[in-house]
C-alpha cells in the first residue's frame, strides 16, 4: 500500500459524458501527478500540481482539466468522453516536485462506451 | 528527445534462472532513474531508484540495478526468479520535472 487513494476504482459511462477521479496524496506530500494508462499509449504524464498550483503539463487534452484543493487532495475532471478516453488513470505523489520519488495509487479504471 | 527506452516488450524465464530487464535512456544529463512493477489490474509499486553515489542500487524484492553512464543504461536484475515475480515492469527516469516512462518489458515466469 503506497498511502496514496483514489477514488473510485472503476467507473464506466457513455460519449459525451464528463467524470471526475479523486486522488488523496500520501500524508505529508506535497505534489499530486496524474498520468494516463492506454495500450496504445503506455503511461503518460498529464499533469502536475504543486500545493495547489499547477507545476508541469504534459500530453494533458483540453477536454481534461485538474486542481489541487487546499487539503492537497487532487480532482481529474474529463469531459466529452470519447472511445479513446478509455484508460487506466493513475495518481501519484511526491514530498518535492522536481527530484523525489513518485508513490502510486491503484489508478481509477474508465471505460467510456 | 528525451526517451526511454525498453528494448524487451515481453521476456520469459524459468523460476529459479536470472533476470535481467534492459532500459535506456536519452537525456542531456544524468536523470533520477527508476523501475516500477505493475502486477495485473494494480497500480505501480517502486523496485528501486537512483538519483547518485553507487552506481549498484539495490532494491525491494531482491531486485538491484546497475547504472552505467557511458552505456545511457539503468539494467534491472534479479539472481533467482520467483513465480511471484511475473508482472511488468517499468523503467522511468526524471528530469527537471519531466517523468517519462519506458512501454515497459511483461515478464512470464514458467514453472
Known amino acids: 500500500d503506497s498511502g496514496v487513494t483514489q477514488t473510485p476504482k472503476h467507473l464506466i459511462t457513455a460519449t459525451g459524458q464528463r467524470v471526475t477521479l479523486r486522488c488523496s496524496p500520501r500524508s505529508g506530500d506535497l505534489s499530486v501527478y496524474w498520468y494516463q494508462q492506454s495500450l496504445d499509449q503506455g503511461l503518460q504524464f498529464l499533469i502536475q500540481y504543486y500545493n495547489g498550483e499547477e507545476r508541469a503539463k504534459g500530453n494533458i487534452l483540453e477536454r481534461f482539466s485538474a486542481q489541487q484543493f487546499p487539503d492537497l487532495h487532487s480532482e481529474l475532471n474529463l469531459s466529452s468522453l470519447e472511445l479513446g478516453d478509455s484508460a487506466l488513470y493513475f495518481c501519484?505523489?511526491?514530498?518535492?516536485?522536481?527530484?523525489?520519488?513518485?508513490?502510486f495509487g491503484p489508478g481509477t479504471r474508465l471505460t467510456v462506451l | 528527445a528525451q526517451s526511454v527506452t525498453q528494448p524487451d516488450i515481453h521476456i520469459t524465464v524459468s523460476e529459479g534462472a536470472s533476470l535481467e530487464l534492459r532500459c535506456n535512456y536519452s537525456y542531456g544529463a544524468t536523470p533520477y532513474l527508476f523501475w516500477y512493477v505493475q502486477s495485473p489490474g494494480q497500480g505501480l509499486q517502486l523496485l528501486l531508484k537512483y538519483f547518485s553515489g553507487d552506481t549498484l542500487v539495490q532494491g525491494i524484492k531482491g531486485f538491484e540495478a546497475e547504472f552505467k553512464r557511458s552505456q545511457s543504461s539503468f539494467n534491472l536484475r534479479k539472481p533467482s526468479v520467483h513465480w511471484s515475480d511475473a508482472a511488468e515492469y517499468f523503467c522511468a527516469v526524471l528530469n527537471n520535472n519531466d517523468m517519462r516512462f519506458g512501454a515497459g518489458t511483461r515478464l512470464t515466469v514458467k514453472p
Open positions: 501519484a505523489s511526491s514530498v518535492t516536485p522536481a527530484t523525489d520519488t513518485q508513490y
